[in-house]
Nanobody, 124 residues
Framework: QVQLVESGGGLVQAGGSLRLSCAAS????????MGWFRQAPGKEREFVAA????????VHADSVKGRFIISRDNAKNTVYLQMSSLKPEDTAVYYC?????????????????WGLGTQVTVSS
């Protein structure tokens, strides 16, 4: 069983930056593809970014491309989401997830383990 704990969320002004962290325990972190998803009030959960087991492959949603960067440190069992140039529409609960597969996948059902989320609020 893998446990995922997100941190780093908060309130920030538009144009600001935040770095989210997701600490994993209970599994072989380096064997999992990892992803970030988000869900805003009244909206469906959406894919944000994913990274392969080695960090060699990353995928970012078009809505965050050029502003957000996913990375991982397998020695620390942690995946990060560096968010810059934040916009009010980035306001959501951000979830970290570990995939069944070692690849970077955008498909939510391919993620087996999920964290409880961290709130990001961007004020205008």
């Amino acid at each position: 069983q893998v446990q995922l704990v997100e941190s780093g969320g908060g309130l920030v002004q538009a144009g600001g930056s935040l770095r989210l962290s997701c600490a994993a325990s209970g599994g072989i972190f380096s064997s999992y593809g990892m992803g970030w998803f988000r869900q805003a009030p009244g909206k469906e959960r959406e894919f944000v970014a994913a990274i392969s087991w080695s960090g060699g492959t990353t995928v970012h949603a078009d809505s965050v491309k050029g502003r957000f960067i996913i990375s991982r440190d397998n020695a620390k069992n942690t995946v990060y989401l560096q968010m810059s140039s934040l916009k009010p529409e980035d306001t959501a609960v951000y979830y970290c997830a570990a995939s069944y597969r070692p690849l970077a996948t955008t498909i939510a059902p391919e993620y087996r383990y999920w964290g409880l989320g961290t709130q990001v609020t961007v004020s205008s």
